[in-house]
C-alpha cells in the first residue's frame, strides 16, 4: 500500500459523493430492506369476477405498510426524481451559470419535482382510492 503526502489524494470527489447519496437515498425510499426482511413478490395477481382471468396487480391495494417489489421500485424511482428535480432547482441559482443553462436547469427542475409529485400522488390515490378526497 502507497503512502500519500496528504489527505486530499483521498479525498472522493464531490459528484462522486452526490451520486453515492442519490444511490442510498433511492434505496431507502425503494424499500430494499422490507424487501430483504419480508420476500415479497414482484408483483401480484388478482382473479377478474366476469370472466375468471388471472390478471396481475402492481400496487397491494388498501395497505399502507405493505408493497410488492415492483411497487417499491417504481416509488422509490418517483422519489429520487423529485430530488433531482430540487438539486436542479438549485443549481438554477448559479450566477457563474449561463442563461441558457440556468434556465433550462429550472425548466427541467420544476418538471421533474411536478412529475414527480403527480407520480406519487397518483400512487397513493391507486393504493389507498379513499384517501384525501
Keep these: 500500500m502507497g503512502k500519500f503526502s496528504s489527505l486530499e489524494e483521498l479525498r ?6 452526490c451520486t453515492l447519496v442519490l444511490v442510498s437515498y433511492f434505496f431507502v425510499t425503494a424499500g430494499v430492506a422490507y424487501d430483504i426482511i419480508n420476500e415479497p413478490p414482484a408483483v401480484g395477481a388478482t382473479t377478474d369476477p ?4 388471472v390478471k396481475p396487480m402492481t400496487f397491494m391495494p388498501y395497505r399502507l405498510n405493505g408493497q410488492f ?10 422519489y429520487t426524481l423529485g430530488g433531482v428535480g430540487i438539486i436542479l432547482l ?24 411536478l412529475l414527480s409529485w403527480a407520480a406519487c400522488m397518483t400512487f397513493i390515490r391507486i393504493k389507498m382510492p379513499g384517501y384525501m378526497r
Design 12 to 17: 472522493p470527489s464531490p459528484m462522486f459523493v
Design 50 to 53: 366476469v370472466t375468471g382471468a
Design 69 to 78: 417489489i415492483l411497487e417499491g421500485i417504481s416509488g422509490g424511482f418517483f
Design 90 to 113: 438549485d443549481l438554477s441559482r448559479d450566477k457563474n451559470k449561463s442563461t441558457l443553462f440556468r434556465n433550462f436547469f429550472m425548466g427541467m427542475g420544476f418538471f421533474l419535482t
